[in-house]
């Protein structure tokens, strides 16, 4: 059973525009979630964070929305650029010991050109 | 500051042969993670550590062993390796507390099994 889900495998986007990645989750205790991007033959990088007391956080080109009550969360790059480029992870946290971290199949965004 | 280091970084094996892979981190994590990468499944953790001589089963431990003798490192062993153990592997840490929630990712490695 899938706790973090990224329903969309893929999305192009032309360069200058945004590009909307989002997130759903099922594991009511999830409590921190992160975006991770991947470039080939990289591990994953860590891009942004959100807390669940809050519902948006900013970071230059990139807003990550948490929308608690719908369980989904969504990543915001305006303006895409072509080095975006990469598989982008949904992951979460809950409270624990060790907060293991759960992670989506990724999305593979496309920033054309 | 290297991070988080994986060797090997490729690695071909027959069924049936052993082998490990070693992780080691350099900025003193008490927590360190393996997981494998496979095409639609997404990251999925293995096995994980708490901290030194500590260890406990992730979501697909099976087939896999690990050891973590010194803080530093992290060891995932195949005894006897799968076709179905071919995947790229990723060994990952993180510091102690609240705010420490980010994980530091090593490049990988790619592991197929024939």
């Known amino acids: 059973d899938q706790q973090v889900k990224q329903n969309s495998p893929s999305l192009s986007v032309q360069e200058g525009r945004i590009s909307i990645l989002n997130c759903d989750y099922t594991?009511?205790?999830?409590?921190?979630f992160l975006w991770y991007k991947k470039y080939p033959a990289e591990g994953p990088t860590f891009l942004i964070s959100i807390s669940s007391i809050k519902d948006k956080n900013e970071d230059g080109r990139f807003t990550v929305f948490l929308n608690k009550s719908a369980k989904h969360l969504s990543l915001h790059i305006v303006p895409s650029q072509p080095g975006d480029s990469a598989v982008y992870f949904c992951a979460a946290s809950e409270l624990g010991g060790y907060q293991k971290v759960t992670f989506g199949i990724g999305t593979k965004l496309q920033v054309i050109p | 500051n290297a991070g988080v280091t994986q060797t090997p970084k490729f690695r071909v094996l027959k069924t049936g042969q052993s082998m490990t892979l070693l992780c080691a981190q350099d900025?003193?994590?008490?927590?360190m993670y393996w997981y494998r990468q496979d095409p639609g499944m997404g990251l999925r953790l293995i096995h994980y550590?708490?901290?030194?001589?500590?260890?406990a089963k992730g979501e697909v431990p099976d087939g896999y062993n690990v050891s973590r003798l010194k803080k530093q490192n992290f060891l995932l062993g195949l005894e006897s390796a799968a076709p179905s153990q071919t995947s790229v592997y990723f060994c990952?840490?993180?510091?102690?507390?609240?705010?420490?929630?980010?994980?530091?990712f090593g490049a990988g490695s790619r592991l197929t099994v024939l």
């Open positions: 900025m003193n994590h008490e927590y």
């Open positions: 990952a840490s993180r510091g102690r507390g609240r705010g420490a929630n980010v994980l530091t």
């Open positions: 594991n009511s205790m999830f409590d921190y």
């Open positions: 550590s708490v901290g030194e001589g500590t260890t």
